[in-house]
Nanobody
């Protein structure tokens, strides 16, 4: 099994910063993409940012220039530095890891439980 645990969410004023962390553990043979999605109340889950093992990144247009994603491959940990936060960034942030648990096994997306972020205006 693979477990992902997020931390770092909370309440922050608009314009402030937060850093989210997500550590993956368990029987990870290979990992590929790690990233973050978020879900605002009443809305669908959306991609925020993702990073490959070679540190190639991809961001949603709404967070470009404000958020930075990074990862530590040795620790199977992904980070999301969020600056200049806006009220529309409010939501539950979920991390994920695309990986497999044995050589030749299926690539699967594993998810964390989510950490809430609330930005007050």
């Amino acid at each position: 099994q693979v477990h992902l645990v997020e931390s770092g969410g909370g309440l922050v004023q608009a314009g402030g910063s937060l850093m989210l962390s997500c550590a993956a553990s368990g029987s990870i043979f290979n990992s590929d993409i790690m990233g973050w999605y978020r879900q605002a109340p009443g809305k669908q889950r959306e991609l925020v940012a993702r990073v490959s093992t070679s540190s190639s990144t991809d961001y949603a247009d709404s967070v470009k220039g404000r958020f930075t994603i990074s990862r530590d491959n040795a620790k199977n940990t992904v980070y999301l530095q969020m600056n200049s936060l806006k009220s529309e960034d409010t939501g539950v942030y979920f991390c994920y890891l695309n990986g497999r648990t044995w050589n030749g096994g299926p690539w699967t997306n594993y998810w964390g439980q989510g950490t809430p972020v609330t930005v007050s205006s």
